[in-house]
């Protein structure tokens, strides 16, 4: 049981390239997160769904975008990479339902925007 | 807008004594907290939600709506308690919020 997947796991970008963030969940789970990890200031939500083909914002939306075409696959891409978006990269999904509770974390994504 | 604070970004204790990591928290509705932990090269993992009042790994947490505050509580450290530390919020809108983490050193 793989859980959630995230790819790649590392990545370098030049300032103003594109990319993509693959998170991928084997859990049949409704939810699904994009978080940003950076020191000092802990997780913070960039976007997340509720549903596949639903998407919201959360506190750090700006310069991200996303998108959950499929229910197991939720991706997080940045259309012109800044150096404030070098930041280690955690997707995250859950059940729905009331209490849906425990976040399933994967391994996170390491990305530096040179 | 709800926010979770925690208060102390380290924390550091011997084994044997007792150990609090704060978490207090604002949100106009009814939330579900949670603590989560990550270990040296792991993945965050669950520690404990409100709702389901146990113990794990010898951990407590009680919610305190009166004081919006839901503290992490361990009678005796251990060294493998080393971790960071997140306490976390779920709105209404089934958004999860984290605090900034508390890095928890247990020395021997």
């Known amino acids: 049981n793989a859980g959630v997947t995230q790819t790649p796991k590392f990545r370098v970008l030049k300032t103003g390239q594109s990319m993509t963030l693959l998170c991928a969940q084997d859990m049949n789970h409704e939810y699904m997160y994009w978080y940003r990890q950076d020191p000092g200031m802990g997780l913070r939500l960039i976007h997340y769904s509720v549903g596949e083909g639903t998407t919201a914002k959360g506190e750090v939306p700006d310069g991200y975008n996303v998108s959950r075409l499929k229910k197991q696959n939720f991706l997080l891409g940045l259309e012109s990479a800044a150096p404030s978006q070098t930041s280690v990269y955690f997707c995250a999904s859950r059940r729905s339902g009331a209490g849906a509770g425990e976040l399933f974390f994967g391994e996170g994504s390491r990305l530096t925007v040179l | 807008a709800q926010r979770v604070t925690q208060p102390e970004k380290l924390l550091s204790v011997f084994k044997g004594a007792p150990v609090e990591l704060k978490c207090n928290y604002s949100?106009?509705?009814?939330?579900?907290l949670f603590w989560y932990v990550q270990y040296s090269r792991q993945r965050l993992q669950l520690l404990l939600r409100h709702i389901s009042r146990e113990s794990i790994k010898g951990f407590t947490a009680d919610l305190n709506k009166g004081e919006t505050s839901f503290h992490l509580k361990k009678p005796f450290a251990q060294e493998e308690d080393s971790a960071m530390y997140y306490c976390?919020?779920?709105?209404?809108?089934?958004?999860?919020?984290f605090g900034a983490g508390t890095r928890l050193t247990v020395k021997p």
């Open positions: 949100y106009s509705g009814s939330p579900e």
């Open positions: 976390a919020l779920s709105g209404e809108v089934n958004d999860m919020r």
